[in-house]
């Protein structure tokens, strides 16, 4: 095996490594609601994301091309290898810092600052106006999106439901969660899993063994198979914070947030295929369906810290990419 092909097979590898983190990172973003409302068990619950985050993964690769073609100018050889590589690391060790702190920031931003960091540290090209359209605007406009549609649906929920009897409306609600929680898996995979292709194709680009942005199927079953397992094995201290300690959810309101966040992941994937962050979209809509019951009812302070997080993901990362590219490039001496 040459050194290019032994590189390949380790940025694969690390690429699969980010892929499982993402899943346990983010595997509150399906389930934290239903767990907390009590709707599903935490097994059956993290069951049932890890297979809707296996078949999400095989829906679609339009986010993927995005994020292979659509960031940063393809690098080329071992140099190239060396900034994709660098860009998982930043991404890895961002999300692990922030799982261990329970803190639901996005796997995806994490990984296009590793991205972005890696490239401007080797002065390899950036596609900004990508950045900017593809990363930036639906970072700032799918979590207006969540609050709003989460706010909307469950006071449409509370409309409709207005003279059910509570004891039953909540015993439907427990059962249609069931149904919301997995519509956030699957979009969960779509989205997230979609983005560890397209580092992935990134790196088989660079590496010259392919030419095209095209997803290879045995990188959707890899990607889909990690995420789904990384998924499965929880990431509690995260779905504790979602979950309980943002704002208090009944099932009306757990489903409100994910219908409204499931139909914001679909939208972005299929129609504008656009790599946004599932994370940033439910904690949104949990805040939303929330605040339908009065504004104080929403520990603003854990918000804010959870806002903060976000802010800091991208250059965090980066810089993190950005120290890791500096050391293997001092490392070979190249």
Sequence with gaps: MDANLAAL?????????????????????????????????????????????????????????????????????????????????GAICWNLITWWLGLPTSSTHALIGGLVGAALAATSGVHWSGVVDKVVLPMVFSPLLGVVLGYLVHTLILWIFRRARPAKAMHGFRIAQSVSAAGMGLGHGLQDAQKTMGVIVLALVTAGQQTTFDVPWWVIGAVATSMAAGTYTGGWRIIRTLGRRIVHLDPPRGFAAESAAASVLYATAFIWQAPVSTTHTITSAILGAGATRRLSAVRWAMARNIATAWLLTMPGAGLTAAATYALIHLALGT
């Design 9 to 89: 097979v380790a940025v694969v590898v690390i690429a699969l490594a980010f892929d499982f983190t993402n899943g346990f990172h983010d595997a509150a973003n399906a389930i934290a609601t239903s767990i907390s409302t009590r709707a599903l068990t935490p097994s059956a619950a993290l069951a049932l994301a890890a297979c809707m985050n296996f078949a999400g993964a095989a829906l679609g690769t339009g986010v993927a091309k995005t994020v292979g073609s659509g960031i940063i100018a393809t690098p080329t050889g071992s140099h190239g290898l060396s900034v994709v590589f660098a860009a998982l690391i």
